[in-house]
């Protein structure tokens, strides 16, 4: 079986372009399945991750968040994959006898021992300009390299902001890029036997992340009809080509084409979540002079977002560790909470990015368990009483990590508190500031992930028990479709089938 990986291919974008995705249109009418439910937050590592291993983030515990702050991926460097290997499905499916050829699992570097082949790319970019990176190759078992031509490094995207006139230039760089993994990937495809075959591509999340304003007519930033209104959906067809190639090269296999999340509009409005703390006496700021400097920070942040110049921005911090701090800190506000004074602040386990998710952190070191309770309940009446502008409720959802289901890594990757604001509503970092705002980020970063991801099957005459699937569910569902028991394993997902 074969199973193509496409990060953040959104399923309501295939429907809405099927007419243009002759190989994915045929797939949704074989699947039995082809929406899945992503993981909480909806990002890309701990998404990737539950697909492997079949575990939630919370019993996986591989929580990064990518965003404009870490242009180093120094705290990418402090996730350690060792608990995971062996215990993705192509371990086990390896560990059972199959033979598994596996191309470019995200994080999952170096390429492990297993019975087969693996090529991992580095989850570490050296940029290479600001438009391109490289990123190193490393690969089991060794003789493979010479054998298929693998390079030693490989060209990927740069994942910072390349300038609104480069955007399109970029994108084009992209599809090489896209060439050339493809290119290898169905050599080895079809110049090795294999019971299991997986392949993961990540561009496409990148593209939709910069390119959304100048293709969705509903953000309220898109510019009217412009040279790059066509590119998100050339890449669908892109990827639509690329699983008629594979499919076409071994017709009789098993196929599942999937992601990890979709792709829509983040959100151009935001709640200013700490500003509503302060204002409820939870948090509190130090210095005097306060309400200059946020007054200061607020006019950069909407002059830069204005001018446009956020690229010379995001290259400052590209090349400086020291500057992302500053940036971050400056950004969130973060710099000027008071910490001993302050019981309750907006966690940044989510990224600093306006997307309608979040966290509070409670400050255990002022707050006792028995007052934990009494802030939580507090808390949380006061955001579902929250009401925007126009008089609707803002937050569409706020639980204690208690009330999710626990896992080994609960408490080290959840704040104590989490909450979802209405979908149109961003998270916001003022202080001193409106309660609303606008996303500083947009003209950058205007798409961002969405909960739902594709997940499609086809060359399989089992049948699906239920409507309702996780991606949680895919490793089970791999280790079903291969005969062997999934139940024996630890998984939080089940397999899809009866
Ligand atoms: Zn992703």
Not at 104 to 120: C, E, H, Q, R
Not at 305 to 315: G, V
Not at 361 to 376: G, H, M, P, Y
Request: proline fraction near 4%; glycine fraction near 6%.
């Amino acid at each position: 079986m074969a199973i193509i990986g496409i990060d953040s291919l959104d399923p309501h974008l295939i429907v809405k372009h099927r007419e243009r995705l002759p190989n994915l249109s045929q797939l949704i009418d074989e699947s039995p399945t082809f929406i899945a439910r992503s993981v909480w937050p909806v990002d890309t590592i701990p998404a990737w991750v539950s697909i492997y291993t079949g575990l939630r983030p919370s019993n996986h515990g591989l929580l990064y968040v990518y965003d404009v702050f870490d242009q180093g991926l120094s705290d990418l460097a402090k996730l350690d994959v060792t608990p995971i290997k062996g215990r993705t499905f192509w371990d086990y499916a390896s560990q059972a006898g199959c033979r598994t050829v596996i191309i470019a699992p995200t994080l999952m570097y170096p390429a492990w021992k297993l019975n087969g082949i693996m090529v991992s790319k580095s989850p570490f970019e050296t940029r290479v300009d600001w438009l391109s990176t490289s990123r190193a190759v490393s690969v089991y078992p060794e003789a493979i390299k010479d054998q298929y031509a693998i390079p030693n490094e490989l060209l990927d995207l740069w994942g910072g902001f390349p300038g609104t006139k480069r955007l399109k230039e970029w994108a084009t760089l992209g599809n090489t890029a896209l060439e050339t993994e493809k290119d290898l990937g169905l050599k080895l495809f079809k110049g090795e036997e294999w019971d299991v075959f997986f392949i993961f591509f990540s561009v496409l999340d990148l593209i939709q992340h910069r390119l959304w304003r100048f293709f969705d007519e509903n953000d309220p930033t898109y510019p009217g009809k412009n040279s790059c209104s066509d590119i998100i959906t050339d890449y669908y067809v892109s990827f639509d080509a690329l699983i008629g190639e594979f499919m076409r090269a071994r017709p009789q296999a098993t196929f599942i084409v999937m992601s990890d999340h979709g792709h829509h509009m983040r959100p151009t409005k935001t709640i200013n979540v700490n500003e509503y703390l302060r204002r409820h006496g939870f948090l509190v700021q130090q210095g005097k002079n306060t309400r200059l400097r946020d007054e200061l920070r607020r006019l950069t942040l909407e002059a830069a977002n204005k001018l446009n110049i956020e690229p010379p921005l995001i290259k400052l911090l590209a090349r400086s560790k020291k500057m992302t701090q500053v940036g971050k800190s400056v950004y969130s506000s973060s710099g000027s909470i008071d910490r001993e004074k302050s019981t309750a602040f907006l966690s940044t386990f989510a990224g600093i990015k306006s997307y309608s998710h979040g966290g509070i952190e409670i400050n255990r070191e002022l707050v006792s368990d028995i007052e934990r309770s009494k802030i939580t309940r507090e808390l949380r009446k006061l955001f579902l009483e929250l009401k925007t502008p126009q008089g609707d409720n803002a937050v569409a959802c706020f639980k204690q990590r208690e009330e999710l289901q626990h896992g080994d890594h609960s408490e080290e990757i959840y704040p104590d508190l989490l909450f979802e604001l209405e979908s149109d509503f961003g998270v916001g970092w003022d202080l001193h500031s409106d309660l609303f705002g606008k996303a500083y980020d947009h003209n950058v970063a205007s798409g961002g992930h969405f909960k739902v991801a594709t997940f499609l099957i086809t060359g399989t005459t089992k049948e699906a028990a239920r409507n309702e699937i996780s991606i949680v569910d895919t490793a089970p569902t791999i280790l079903d479709l291969l005969g062997l028991n999934w139940r024996e394993f630890r998984f939080d997902g089940r397999s899809i089938f009866r």
